[in-house]
């Protein structure tokens, strides 16, 4: 997933990872992303069509990611 760390189920990237100097992201897909749409806006974080972006200071849920990865896991049908 655009060269950034992740982790894989097979041969598919079910999510990646990555750091920014403002901000960090976790990339999944787009299904997975649309279907926790409210679950994140609760959670008080930020979404892209990818991704979920949070500080160190306001990380995502544990809950929330394990939910994302497995969205995200049935989206890519693996």
Excluded: H
């Excluded at 100097?21 to 008080?44: E, P, R, W």
């Excluded at 979404?47 to 896991?73: N, Q």
């Amino acid at each position: 997933m655009y060269d950034m760390p992740g982790f894989g189920f097979g041969k598919s990237i079910v999510a990646g990872y990555a750091a920014f100097s403002k901000q960090c992201g976790l990339y999944v897909s787009n299904g997975a992303i649309s279907s926790l749409a409210n679950d994140i806006a609760t959670a008080g974080l930020k979404a892209t069509k990818t991704g979920v972006t949070f500080s160190p200071r306001k990380p995502i849920p544990d809950e929330l990611i394990t939910r994302l990865v497995l969205a995200s896991r049935k989206d890519l049908g693996v």
